[in-house]
């Protein structure tokens, strides 16, 4: 006796059509599954058998052979539990091959019959729908996060029980329908924000194009209140990248029937004490770790030279590719890591450099402290800007063009003129300009040219800095409605650069 279902199988991001094969025949009786299964997905056999008595259902003394291919993916995690109870019903007659055909299974079964919730309800969805598959069958836990992928029935059942009927037309379930349209987070005002107009506009820029910045200065100046109202002035995300964050935060078991759907850049602020597993991503099996979580968002890294040197050092890929790599025996395994890097550090141990009046650390007291941060990972920033200590005056009367609704939607207008440059590619800010297009894109006027050749002579820059420095005054045009590059463009850029600070 034969049975044969769908599920499918998560590797990082990315899913696969999993075959679940059941054979029931004479023979010593055993339970044997096969297919390069880990441990814990081993494991159903109990379950699987357990579940199945508690049903009223037993189960022949038979040999039961299991067999998930392809043989050659890695298959992780609990969600195959009723993939295999569903073919095992099938091969010994309860359920016919017509009623379990055109859907895909995944829940994981608890003793008692109870279906229950699962990590990557959200991929897994997708890939039935990319897979022409009209049905799936989830945990009710997971219906509402399956049901935002939409063009798919998504079944939610509460136990094997309520599964049974629905396949032999005893019951009938309505698909679950999900409500994506959750509503914008209320951000807190840059207006509350005294002074500290360069910093705002410094902000302003890393936004409109995505930018990573580093901002430095004295305690209290305002660099950590900044940074946690710069989601505010982010554009909307797209349902793309929508769908991108969601599935990550799905893989992660962070989404819920309260939460089945991210709409809202994420931000995420780890504590500097972070290891380098959680921040990458890690575990077993292996999910996504801070960097990931953050992804189409904000990366926000307060003390920034307090963290690590792993958890820095391992900044370099993830911010040159957007993508973080966890390397296992079994395999390798990838996790979007596109989010706009916002760290803050203090320059120097008493806060005050380059106020030399003020400051009273020694020279290799300042080195030490900005040492931590290796020039590799000064040269993937984009832009540093000192948020100085603010004067009494500045601090009596608020700046309003720099409030959040202005700046919303200047760095708005700044996007609709990179969507309208990279129609038809998968560029969607400046800061992802590949080398390859940079003298397509970044047109520069006569004097822009001349100034960006006298400051690479004069600091001796990397090509990727100078390529940085390009796509920041193309960021820097964009909102100044400039078709080209111009000087003044050039001078702003390179100030964000503060060469005689970092020398990056």
């Known amino acids: 006796m034969f049975g044969k279902t769908l599920t499918a199988g998560i590797n990082g991001i990315n899913t696969t059509m999993i075959e679940v094969e059941a054979d029931v025949s004479q023979g010593l009786p055993g339970f044997e599954i096969t297919g390069n299964m880990s441990a814990v997905g081993r494991e159903a056999r109990e379950r699987v058998r357990i579940a199945l008595k508690n049903v009223g259902i037993k189960l022949p003394p038979s040999k039961i052979t299991i067999n998930l291919s392809p043989a050659n993916v890695y298959k992780s995690g609990t969600h195959y539990d009723l993939a295999i109870v569903v073919a095992i019903l099938e091969a010994i007659g309860v359920l016919q091959r017509e009623q379990t055909e055109n859907y895909l299974f995944a829940g994981e079964l608890s003793l008692d019959g109870g279906i229950n919730p699962i990590r990557g309800a959200l991929p897994l969805t997708i890939e039935a729908k990319n897979g022409g598959v009209n049905n799936i069958i989830l945990p009710a836990a997971n219906a509402k996060e399956g049901a935002v992928v939409g063009g798919i029935n998504v079944i939610g059942v509460s136990n094997l029980q309520e599964c049974m009927e629905l396949l032999l037309g005893r019951r009938n379930i309505t698909p679950t329908i999900a409500d994506c349209d959750i509503g914008e987070v209320e951000y807190d005002d840059f207006v509350d924000i005294k002074g500290q107009r360069n910093l705002k506009r410094a902000m302003l820029v890393a936004a409109a194009g995505m930018h990573n910045m580093l901002i430095y200065g004295p305690p209290g100046a305002g660099k950590s209140m900044a940074a946690r109202r710069m989601a505010g002035i982010m554009p909307v995300m797209t349902k793309e990248e929508s769908l991108e964050v969601s599935k990550l935060y799905s893989i992660s078991g962070l989404l819920n029937s309260e939460l089945a759907y991210i709409s809202n850049r994420p931000f995420r602020s780890p504590h500097a004490s972070i290891s380098k597993a959680a921040f990458c991503g890690g575990g077993n099996p292996p999910v996504p770790g801070e960097i990931s979580l953050a992804q189409s968002g904000i990366l926000f890294m307060d003390e920034f030279n307090q963290f690590s040197n792993d958890v820095i050092e391992s900044l370099r890929v993830p911010l040159e590719t957007g993508v973080a790599r966890i390397q296992r025996s079994n395999g390798s395994y990838e ?12 320059p120097c141990k008493c806060g005050f450099y380059p106020d030399m009046n003020k400051c009273s650390c020694s020279e290799t007291d300042i080195k030490r402290h900005l040492g931590k941060i290796s020039r590799p990972i000064l040269e993937r920033i984009d832009i540093f800007v000192n948020a100085e200590r603010i004067s009494y005056s500045e601090s ?41 297009k940079m003298d397509e894109m970044c047109v520069m006027d006569n004097d822009a040219r001349e100034l960006i050749k006298q400051v690479y002579d004069k600091y001796s820059i990397s090509l990727r800095t100078y390529f940085k420095i390009l796509k920041v005054a193309r960021t820097i045009a964009d909102l100044d409605n400039n078709e ?21």
């Open 484 to 504: 080209k590059i111009s000087f003044a463009n050039i001078c702003e850029a390179v100030s964000y650069k503060n060469m005689e600070v970092f020398n990056a």
């Open 335 to 346: 996790y979007g890591a596109n989010c706009l890097l916002v760290a803050a550090m203090n």
């Open 396 to 436: 009596q009367y608020s700046d309003d063009e720099y409030n959040t609704e202005n700046m919303r939607r200047m760095v708005e207008a700044a996007i609709q003129i990179q969507k309208t440059r990279f129609a038809g590619t998968d560029i969607r800010y400046n800061s992802g300009i590949p080398d390859k």
